[in-house]
């Protein structure tokens, strides 16, 4: 139970913080934009707004006449024309006319008792520019009942040249702008989290509907087991990462099954071989029981015996190397080592087996400037030289000739050559013969070994990072094999 909960938790999560980062980077967005948006409206609105005023105070000016003597008069109509005193909805514009010392001296019938302030300040800022917006808050203005909104004020010069000017003041409510403003922040305040609520839902959904094939091959993958390891992930059909993920893991099963059946194999031919020397061993053991035996049969049982114990050996010896290299290159003391100094090493404890067959070992070592030196696993180099001249002494015929050699290649390279006179291998073999376990059908009877000794040699040529093959054209006619290895060559410090 509490495995399966830690198991479902990445996934959710992922999906969750997936929707959280787009509803959060998609909300600041909208935000952002929202309030330029708002920013950009008030600011043409206020625009026009103050044209229309300026309009209005212009239109309310023209009717201002002033006489000979310097007499203010009204165009009677001038403000009492509704569209002209009330062009503005949501309530009427305030006037007011001062001389330009700042002495009040006409307004609007609908101020009654109260004044629109002309400052010292806008008073210099009118007669510098001739007119002058500013804002009035509602607080400023709530001692008088009638001012009960903000006010856009324009003070405006009425230029009668010289002695005649005077100061407008035309004063109008805002209301229509700010309502305008207040339906936009309602609007804004609404319709953002509806959005975001709905980019969230949409952001689920498509999340979920992106990592169905996810979880599709989590649960596949659960179902595998060593035992269905025939089984693969499915794959979805769209060329993203999600089916990469699925070719990956479809092939590191491939690799995994053929490990583990490769495994089974060589665990189960490792067994028959092991099994075999010991029945024969067993069985001549019982048979030694059986009755009193002479000096001589005695002598013959323990040749036979010291045979089989010295395969069993063998075979355990070989299969601790392949176990070794198999583990990798994290298992290997890697060291510089001598190739010259091992094949001559080699060559003096094989010597007895040699004269044994009358076989002529000969060695040959180019000349060259540096050492002949790789770097490896010396005990492994020191096997795989040891396996490829056992076998070209095992499988040369009486007095026939051995020739090793070690030669530089190009590349920084040293190849190690092994070559004999034996009966070569055929064709049906040679893509075989370094398989373990793998003995060609007239080496099983005739010559003793494991079938192990050309699968070691592959495997350290693999885990060194050089390359091994084999050249044999006996169906040409021409007798012997030779074995060549490549070795990286060591590089000088
Ligand atoms: P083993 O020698 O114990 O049988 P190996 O893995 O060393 O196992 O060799 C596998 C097979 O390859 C041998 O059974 C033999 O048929 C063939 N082989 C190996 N070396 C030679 C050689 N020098 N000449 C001819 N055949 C060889």
Redesign the pocket.
Same mark, same amino acid.
């Given at each position: 139970m509490f495995s399966s909960k830690a198991e479902s938790a990445p996934l959710t999560s992922l999906r969750t913080r997936l929707v959280f980062l787009f509803v959060g980077i998609f909300g600041v967005t909208l935000i952002l934009f929202s309030f330029f948006l708002y920013e950009v409206f008030v600011s043409n609105h206020q625009k026009e707004f103050d044209a229309a005023l300026y309009n209005y105070t212009v239109d309310v000016a023209s009717a201002v006449d002033v006489s000979f003597f310097g007499e203010l008069t009204l165009t009677p109509n001038a403000l009492t024309e509704s569209e002209k005193v009330f062009p503005f909805a949501l309530g009427e514009a305030f006037l007011q006319i001062y001389s330009v010392q700042g002495k009040p001296l006409a307004r609007s019938r609908n101020l009654s008792n109260n004044v629109l302030k002309l400052t010292d300040e806008d008073r210099t800022a009118v007669l510098a520019q001739g007119s002058n917006f500013k804002t009035i808050p509602a607080k400023e203005l709530a001692r008088s009942r009638i001012f009960s909104k903000n006010y856009r004020l324009l003070t405006y010069l009425i230029n009668r040249s010289g002695p005649f000017d005077y100061v407008v003041q035309v004063a109008v409510p805002m209301v229509l702008l700010e309502h305008e403003k207040s339906n936009l922040i309602t609007f804004f305040s609404f319709s953002i989290p509806i959005v975001l609520l709905i980019a969230a839902c949409g952001g689920l959904y498509v999340s979920r509907k992106a990592l169905a094939p996810v979880n599709a091959i989590i649960e596949k993958s659960k179902k595998i087991t060593a035992t269905q390891l025939s089984q693969r992930v499915p794959v979805p059909a769209a060329k993203d990462e999600i089916r990469e993920l699925a070719l990956t893991l479809n092939a590191l099963l491939d690799r995994l099954e053929q490990a583990f059946y490769s495994q089974e194999t060589f665990i189960a031919d490792a067994s028959h071989q092991l099994k075999t020397p010991l029945s024969i061993l067993r069985g001549e053991i019982d048979l030694m029981r059986s009755k009193e035996r002479s000096a001589q049969e005695m002598a013959e049982f323990l040749h036979s015996a010291s045979q089989e114990v010295n395969y069993l050996s063998r075979m355990v010896e070989d299969l601790l190397i392949l176990a070794r290299v198999d583990a990798g290159a994290s298992s290997l003391s890697i060291q510089s080592v001598r190739l010259d100094e091992t094949v001559l090493e080699v060559i003096a404890r094989l010597d007895r087996i040699a004269t044994q067959k009358a076989v002529k070992l000969s060695v040959h070592f180019s000349e060259t400037q540096s050492p002949m030196e790789t770097e490896g696993d010396g005990d492994l180099i020191r096997s795989l030289v040891e396996?490829l001249i056992e076998?070209?002494v095992? /499988?040369s015929p009486e007095q026939g000739k051995v020739s090793v050699t070690l030669s530089e290649m190009p590349e920084e390279r040293i190849l190690l050559a092994v070559e004999?006179q #034996?009966?070569?291998?055929p064709e049906s073999?040679r893509d075989k013969?370094f398989d373990r376990f /793998?003995?060609?059908e007239n080496?099983r009877d005739k010559i003793s070994?494991? #079938? &192990?000794? &050309?699968?070691i040699a592959k495997r350290i040529v693999e885990v060194h990072g050089g390359k091994i093959r084999v050249e044999s054209r006996p169906e040409t006619g021409v007798p012997g094999?030779c074995?060549k290895v490549e070795f990286r060559r060591r590089m000088k410090a």
């Open positions: 396996n076998n070209a095992k /499988y004999d #034996g009966r070569g291998i073999s013969i /793998y003995r060609s080496s070994g494991s #079938g &192990l000794g &050309l699968a094999s074995f």
